[in-house]
């Protein structure tokens, strides 16, 4: 009987601590870095590993988020840039993911969870608001991006990745440019 109570109490005490545990949501651009770090010898090819990771990321984001933009706005120029950007993005993810294959580089499955909460925000806006917020947050994004961009074009030594930023960069900029451009026509 003690040890029936016992062994009961054991199991109870182990199934509480594994339900405290519960899921933990795992950003998959952490957990390819993660593996990343593991796979590559020199700082120099784990940072362009990192690169190509957020880059992936970053870009599966900003298809969804153009998605999104393509349905819920009314406005002819959000939606055509929202539609340019589909295509543009889902350019670079196939051309990443061909790199990452021959370099055997981890990349991710999704957005980064932020990006998952910027969308999340965007998707409550009325409609009223949806276009202004949407531009605004799709120009911060290609700052940052082309910012990214020119940073490791300078640092890396693979020229086959300098080579692709250096073709990809003017898309970016001309994204940045027709984005700026719609922001100021909505404010008017």
């Known amino acids: 009987m003690k040890r029936t109570t016992l062994n009961f109490f054991a199991v109870l005490a182990f199934g509480i601590a594994l339900s405290a545990c519960g899921p933990k949501k795992t950003d998959s651009t952490e957990t390819a870095k993660s593996e990343n770090e593991e796979k590559f ?3 120099a090819s784990e940072k362009d590993a990192d690169f190509v990771a957020n880059t992936v990321a970053g870009n599966y984001a900003e298809i969804k988020m ?3 933009a393509k349905t819920r706005s009314s406005n002819t120029e959000v939606q055509a840039i929202a539609a340019m950007l589909v295509d543009d993005h889902t350019k670079v993810v196939t051309e990443l993911k061909e790199f990452a294959t021959q370099r055997g580089i981890s990349i991710p499955l999704e957005e980064k969870e932020e990006a ?16 202004k917020k949407w531009c605004k947050t799709m120009v911060e994004k290609h700052e940052k991006t082309i910012k990214d961009f020119e940073s490791t074009y300078d640092k890396t030594e693979d020229t086959t990745l300098k080579e692709w930023i250096n073709q990809t960069l003017p898309s970016l900029r001309t994204h940045l440019d027709k984005l700026n451009t719609c922001e ?5």
């Open 41 to 43: 010898d020199t700082k």
């Open 66 to 68: 153009a998605e999104m």
């Open 116 to 131: 998952k909460e910027k969308m999340n925000d965007l998707s409550k806006q009325d409609a009223k608001d949806f276009d």
């Open 184 to 188: 100021k026509n909505l404010k008017s």
